[in-house]
């Protein structure tokens, strides 16, 4: 259990400052030195849609769990930023998202070339931005230890959305493939965890330990939107079934039986109406396939706080407790 030192008002409270403060970063960094008008209408457009406190927050909390100064991640967490935003505007522009959460995409709002053109900026900015790090007078090691986690950490994004094509209406998807894309993903957890540990001078079982909790904490994520998409809580399950993967849920509720798996694939082939999404929620709520999914990140988030038994007793790891406890919600 986390102690109580720390309550849900502190981590809410550390996410608006410490976010804030690297939105306000972002905002100023993908505009610096950027003169064509076009290009700054759509980056306008980028500033009010990026809002990740989520990421930089990470990170500063895992160098202050090792003893390191918070503020000393600034720079990394706008790397990750940066380059974080790239791709995301180039995955919608492979899914093909006009739309996402109720709001128009930079795709959406722009066209694919216009998008695509930012998200390149935005990840050679990301890339770039290396040079404020060697600034600072690292030893050379951390230098080149912090270009190979970020290194890593956009190979395997890459990985995942390669691997996730293959996944895209695919209802014969194996579950153990599904969760190899997802724990691909997680490799942003990691970098950031991993990121904050080396800068904060953690040794290197702490680094390891925090790389792990940071990997599971954003693999927990990921399973909860996939849970979200299934429930179509956010308004993404038609775009999400005619363009994307299928989520978790509907894999495992067409591997329980070949009648469901017949339904479901059917389903996906013709035009989905209302009525088919019904079909859908009363197929995994008979299948329990929520419950799979729940009881995945259950195992994940009790390896995670496992893994922070590692670190000294601290208020900043009794943060990142809380943090891994409040990524799956309670759905139902």
């Avoid at 009881?295 to 893994?307: F, P, R």
Wanted: proline fraction near 3%; include cysteine; charge should be negative.
């Amino acid at each position: 259990m986390v102690s109580n030192k720390v309550s849900q008002e502190e981590l809410k409270l550390l996410f608006q400052e410490r976010g804030e403060n690297a939105l306000k970063r972002f905002k100023q960094a993908i505009s610096s030195g950027v003169e064509n008008p076009r290009l700054l209408s759509i980056l306008e457009d980028v500033k009010k849609i990026w809002k990740d406190a989520y990421r930089p927050t990470l990170t500063s909390i895992s160098c202050e769990a090792v003893g390191g100064k918070p503020e000393d991640t600034a720079v990394a967490s706008l790397m990750i930023a940066l380059a974080g935003a790239g791709i995301g505007i180039h995955d919608d522009i492979i899914d093909k998202s006009t739309t996402k959460r109720f709001r128009r995409t930079i795709l959406g709002l722009h066209d694919v070339e216009g998008a695509l053109l930012v998200g390149d900026l935005l990840i050679v900015k990301g890339l770039t931005a290396v040079q404020e790090i060697i600034k600072k007078g690292y030893p050379p090691k951390k230098v080149a230890d912090i270009i190979s986690v970020l290194q890593r950490h956009y190979i395997e994004i890459c990985e995942g959305v390669f691997m996730e094509s293959s996944w895209r209406k695919n209802i014969e998807t194996e579950l153990d493939f599904c969760h190899q894309v997802l724990w691909k993903y997680g490799s942003d957890g990691e970098a950031c965890t991993r990121l904050g540990a080396i800068i904060g001078n953690g040794t290197e079982r702490e680094v390891e330990a925090l790389a792990g909790y940071g990997r599971r904490s954003c693999y927990v994520f990921r399973l909860a939107e996939e849970v979200k998409d299934t429930l179509h809580l956010e308004g993404d399950l038609l775009r999400r079934l005619e363009c994307e993967s299928v989520p978790l849920p509907l894999l495992y509720a067409a591997k329980v039986s070949k009648e469901n798996s017949l339904k479901l694939k059917s389903i996906l082939e013709g035009p989905i109406t209302s009525s088919d999404i019904e079909t859908l929620l009363e197929i995994c709520f008979d299948t329990k396939a929520f419950d799979y999914v729940r009881d995945v990140a259950q195992k994940n988030v009790d390896e995670g706080i496992k893994l922070l038994q590692t670190l000294k007793p601290s208020k900043a790891r009794n943060l990142l407790t809380l943090m891994i406890e409040n990524l799956f919600p309670d759905f139902f």
